[in-house]
Structures are given as C-alpha cells and as structure tokens.
C-alpha cells in the first residue's frame, strides 16, 4: 500500500450565501470558549478497507478523529499553518471474508445511532444475504451469528438505526434498545429490519419467551406501484423526531420524497419534490436544528437545510464549496460522518487520471481524503454559520482502497 498524508487547516471556501472571514476578535472570543472535547461523543471513525489482492476480503480499521482529524481548539485551527506530515491507518481491528464464490461483494452497515452505547457494532452482508454482527467495541471484540435476510438480491443496502425510546419496545424490553433499518437502494421492495425479539405475533413480537435476532420483512413504499418512476433512493435521513426515516429520489423523474414511521410501519408522502442532498443528512439540533450532507447539484459542496416542515421542497440555508483538486482528479464519490460537538468527518474519494478525466477510462490511481470541519456560530448572530477546516489527511492506494466509513 502506497500512502501519502498531508495536514493543514484553513477556513472552507464558500458560496456567495456565506461571505466574510472570522476575523481576529472572534478567533480571540473562540479561545476563550473552547470546549468542543467535551462535547465530541465519537471516540472513533470506523473504515472499512477493500483488498484487491484478494478476493471476498477486507478488514475493518478505527481511527481516533479527535487526535487525528482536530486540532486542540477552533482558534488553532483558524492560525495554523499548513504543515506535511505522515500518518499509517491504524492497523486492521478485524478482517471479514466472503464465502460465497460468484459474487466476492461484500456490504457493511452501522449498527449504532446518535445515542447508542456503543459505536463499534457493524452488519457485515454477503451477495447471498448471510449476515453476521461485529462488536469491535466488546471487550474481547465479539463475533455473533445473524440470520440470512429475507430478499435474494439484496445489494447496496441504505441503513439507518433507531435507538433509545425510539426504539420499538418490545426491542426494548429484550434489552437491546436498537435496531436497524435496511433498504436496498435501487429496489425498495428489499426493506427489512433487524430486532431481537420473539416474532411470533404481527409487529416485532411479544415480550415474553425466548428471542432472537431476526430479519423482518416490511411493507413495500407505495411509489413502487409507479413503474414509469426512476426508484433510485438519492437520499436520506432520520427526521427530528428520531423515528421518522424520510426517502428522496433524484429531482426529474423519481418518486419525490417519502417518509416511513418506524412506530406505526406506515408510509406518507410528503411531495413531488426532492430533498437537494445526495446520500445520507445529518440531523444536528446544537447546531439551530438544521440537516447537514452532500449538495445534489454539486457534490462537492456541503449545504444545510431547515427539515422542520415538510410542506414543500426545503430551501438551501447555507452552502460551502469543497477544496480545489487537482484538473486531472475526479470526484468518484463522497460521505460524512457528525461527530457531535458541531464536527464532521468528511470523506471523498477520487479517480487520478494521467490527462483530463474520462468516466469510460480506468484511474491510474485512487485517491481518499479524509477531513475535519466544524461548525461555526456566528459571533453577532447565531443564524450565521461557517465551515473551518482542521486537519485533511489525503491517501493514495494501492492494492486496496475504503470501502466505506461510518
């Protein structure tokens, strides 16, 4: 593996809606109010790394984003200087393997939310729908057994999980307060929860008797019964009431955008119109209860968007621009993580090309940079928000690439 790193931290270029530089008594009142530790809940970012080398294989890394993404306070990220430095992936935490011989695909999903106690619980899902549950934060790391899901062709799952009192209860009462949403993206009749219960009556089960993890199949979304639409989820998001799971298709021909109450396991539409993200928004309350993720006009940028009424089609309230990349890169492909504390782990992934890039060329290499962002508070109105860049670690593979963060 070929790897290089660069660290540095600048204010986040920005669109004409965000204008003005913080100026040097904001960095001094900033000092003076530094406590954003405290308030980081992650202690770890989880990558999921692909090897090329071998088939059906890749291993599973955690990296400390406080120590490696942040500096010690928002001032000193505002003055430091750019600087050159090298830096290893941690070493792998655990490797995972497909045992199926036609399709070597691997799927990995989160199994933990804003609120859970845990951030190391990841669903690991083959082409045949074996799943298993990897608990890197279980002292030892612990390996259980899951059900094979109910669909044959479930790929490129979206998931989401609900936890704490939004959890259904009878979750709850088996004393394991998630659970977990999956949708496949490109055919929404794949929706499935995992749950540990005794399924044995119409919803998740009674709360008696013995339980066990289970796949449950739920209702198919209504736009299905559209077959003119383009079905494809663009993008997605937990809303404020922490239940609520809002679906939104691409702008011209798609379904609109959908809501989905994990209570009720009831269907809504909200409207014809889609939410302007592509892939997943995070709710972040602290931050004037806004939805922060990926611009679905231009990737590259970060936008935020109030989702308190869903009466119409949201407006973008802020939108900053991604960093300048080299003219022979191209952006492959995006995600971001909310660390809590008004953070972000942002990551983008890139193709290098050795002229102008071409979508029908295969890169000569692979490039993933790995970012800090924080949110700042305006000083004179707290309606102001801008973007300061930490630290950026930038990565050139070979033989293996992320997969996935989360």
């Not at 090298?86 to 691997?106: G, I, M, Q, V």
């Not at 845990?118 to 030892?140: F, M, N, W």
């Not at 209702?219 to 799971?245: F, M, R, V, W």
Request: aromatic share 12%; hydrophobic share 35%.
């Amino acid at each position: 593996m070929r790897l290089i790193e660069r660290a540095w931290a600048q204010t986040y270029p920005r669109v004409p809606l965000e204008t003005g530089e913080l100026v040097s008594h904001e960095i001094k009142s900033l000092r003076k109010k530094d406590n954003w530790k405290d308030k980081m809940r992650r202690r770890f970012i989880n990558l999921v790394m692909k090897d090329y080398a071998v088939d059906g294989s890749y291993w599973l890394s955690r990296m400390r984003p406080q120590e490696n993404l942040f500096y010690a306070s928002t001032a000193e990220a505002m003055t430091a200087q750019a600087q050159q430095a090298t830096l290893e992936l941690p070493p792998p935490a655990a490797r995972f393997k497909s045992s199926c011989t036609d399709c070597l695909t691997l799927d990995f999903m989160p199994f933990y939310g804003r609120d859970s106690p845990s951030e190391g619980r990841i669903v690991a899902l083959d082409s045949t729908g074996h799943t298993v549950l990897y608990d890197a934060d279980a002292d030892p790391c612990s390996v259980e057994a899951l059900p094979r899901v109910n669909s044959s062709n479930w790929r490129t799952p979206i998931s989401l999980c609900v936890t704490g009192a939004n959890a259904n209860a009878a979750a709850r009462d088996s004393g394991g307060s998630d659970v977990l949403y999956g949708i496949n993206m490109f055919n929404s009749s794949d929706f499935e929860v995992l749950v540990h219960c005794n399924p044995s009556d119409s919803k998740f089960g009674r709360i008696d008797g013995a339980k066990a993890w289970h796949w449950l199949k739920l209702p198919s979304a209504p736009y299905l019964d559209n077959p003119g639409q383009d079905h494809t989820i663009h993008s997605y998001t937990l809303l404020e009431d922490g239940k609520t799971i809002c679906f939104s298709s691409l702008p011209d021909n798609g379904f609109g955008t959908y809501c989905f109450d994990t209570s009720g396991h009831e269907w809504t539409k909200a409207g014809r119109w889609a939410l302007p993200f592509i892939g997943r928004a995070w709710h972040v309350p602290e931050l004037g209860n806004l939805w922060f993720g990926f611009s679905g006009s231009n990737p590259n940028n970060i936008c935020a968007i109030d989702l308190y009424s869903l009466d119409g089609p949201p407006k973008v309230l802020h939108e900053w621009r991604g960093s300048n990349t080299p003219r022979n890169w191209m952006l492959v492909n995006s995600t971001m993580v909310y660390l809590g504390g008004n953070r972000f782990c942002v990551v983008r992934f890139f193709g290098v090309y050795n002229g102008p890039p071409d979508r029908n060329d295969e890169p000569t290499d692979t490039v993933s940079i790995i970012t800090g962002l924080e949110i700042v508070k305006g000083q004179t109105s707290e309606t102001v928000l801008r973007m300061v860049k930490h630290k950026s670690r930038t990565y050139v593979f070979e033989g293996c690439g992320i997969e996935c963060v989360f």
